[in-house]
């Protein structure tokens, strides 16, 4: 008996294949994988995920034959080939024709939209300024949009230019300069009457100012003060601060409607400390009492005698 060499595992491989390849030969099979395959493939796409990626790989594919100009050809006249054929079809021709007419209308019919809504908002627009206030915020947005428009020097310098070439040309023409030159003249006159009036608003304001005396009491040390060396307190304010009750009736201790503390009391009261000279450290005037206290009227009358 002849000896039966073992078949090495390459052969097998090989062996496998040819039978595959002999396999798929037969019609029968090939016509069972592609429905195999086509079926695989259907179920594949029902996954978006895979439906985008095979989309972007195909579009990836197509990008980078095109980039082959010969392939760009081919599919070019693959494409008018296509076209010219199909147009042979009078159903397919009637379609396409069909098809432009209905986009040429649409965009007119998109032109003649605009159009209307373009009247629409201006005829709503001038309803709207008919309202002073409404013209009035319109004028003022205008005015910012233009300020920052010509904010920008690329912009402002060639306007700046042209205007200026357009003003010279207008004033060789005597008809436009006299009215100007009056214009002028008459809105420096108005400009010197308003400086002069704000110099007798600032000379009014440094009168008020210097009459103005040290009348403002602290409620806490009763100093006389400016207005500007003392500061609003409440209770609430100091409490807020961190003063108790019993420290901000003695901080509030001058009977006043608006109470005030000096720099210095404020900045004890602030650090919750009482300070040394509060008139409730024993320096406030006793109370007068009714056998001293003057008859205001019969005082008045006595030092008009006097005089
Ligand atoms: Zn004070």
């Known amino acids: ?48 995920e895979y439906a985008q990626r095979e ?15 010969e392939y760009a050809q081919r599919e070019r006249d693959r494409k008018a080939a296509a076209d010219h054929k199909a147009r042979e079809d009078p159903e397919y021709a009637q379609r396409e024709r069909d098809r432009k007419a209905a986009a040429v209308r649409q965009a007119r019919e998109d032109h ?12 709503a627009d001038r309803l709207a300024r008919m309202d002073p206030e409404y013209a009035q915020q319109e ?14 020097p690329v912009v402002r310098t060639p306007e700046k230019k042209r205007d200026q070439e357009c003003h010279r040309a207008r004033r060789e023409d005597p008809s436009f300069r006299t009215p100007e030159k009056l ?16 110099f007798e608003k600032l000379q009014n304001k440094f009168h008020v100012k210097i009459r103005s005396a040290p009348t403002f009491i602290c ?21 807020d ?23 210095t009391c404020k900045k004890s009261a602030y650090a919750k400390r009482l300070p040394k000279l509060s008139l409730t450290n024993g320096l406030d005037f006793p109370e007068i009492p009714e056998c ?12 008009i005698l006097e005089l």
């Open 1 to 48: 008996m002849p000896k039966v060499k073992k078949k090495s595992v390459a052969q097998k491989a090989r062996e496998a294949r040819q039978r595959g390849r002999i396999a798929r030969a037969d019609s029968q099979v090939v016509e069972r994988e592609r429905d195999r395959k086509a079926a695989a493939d259907r179920i594949a796409r029902e996954d978006p």
């Open 55 to 69: 989309r972007d790989r195909k579009a990836a594919a197509d990008r980078k034959a095109r980039e082959d100009p």
């Open 112 to 123: 003649e939209y605009a159009q209307r809504e373009r009247e629409k908002q201006a005829s």
């Open 139 to 152: 004028r003022q947005r205008k005015a910012i949009d233009m300020r920052s428009y010509r904010a920008n």
């Open 183 to 198: 214009r002028d003249s008459a809105a420096k006159r108005s400009q010197r009457m308003k400086q002069s009036s704000s």
């Open 219 to 239: 409620s806490c040390c009763g100093g006389l003060w400016y207005k500007e060396s003392t500061c609003i307190v409440t209770e609430n304010i100091l409490k």
């Open 241 to 263: 601060r961190g003063c108790d009750e019993n420290l901000v009736s003695k901080l509030l201790h001058v009977n006043q409607e608006e109470h005030r503390l000096c720099g």
């Open 292 to 303: 001293l206290r003057v008859n205001k009227k019969l005082y008045q009358e006595y030092t």
